[in-house]
């Protein structure tokens, strides 16, 4: 079993960056993709960008070229620096790895709040 904390999350003004952090523990050897998803009041939750364990990136074009998702393989650490932080990125933001054995493990989310 892998568990997940995360930290980071917190209020900004539009403009302003925030980073938010994932730990893993546990069966950790497992782990493969490591991401972070947002959902929204309202809203299905949606990928906001994700990371291999080869270190290839993949981002919603909503958030290209404003955040940036980095890992840390021998610390089972992911981290999303988000800059330039809209109005429209506030919502829940919640770590997500996929392990080798096909299975998927959430964070506990964290609230991320953008006023205008």
């Known amino acids: 079993q892998v568990q997940l904390v995360e930290s980071g999350g917190g209020s900004v003004q539009a403009g302003g960056s925030l980073r938010l952090s994932c730990a893993a523990s546990?069966?950790?050897?497992?782990?493969?993709?490591m991401a972070w998803y947002r959902q929204a009041p309202g809203k299905q939750r949606e990928l906001v960008a994700g990371v291999s364990t080869g270190g290839s990136r993949n981002y919603a074009d909503s958030v290209k070229g404003r955040f940036t998702i980095s890992r840390d393989n021998a610390k089972n650490t992911v981290w999303l620096q988000m800059n330039s932080l809209k109005p429209e990125d506030t919502a829940v933001y919640y770590c997500?790895?996929?392990?080798?054995?096909?299975?998927?493990?959430w964070g506990q989310g964290t609230q991320v709040t953008v006023s205008s």
């Open positions: 546990g069966s950790t050897y497992s782990i493969n993709t």
């Open positions: 997500y790895v996929a392990t080798s054995y096909g299975s998927v493990r």
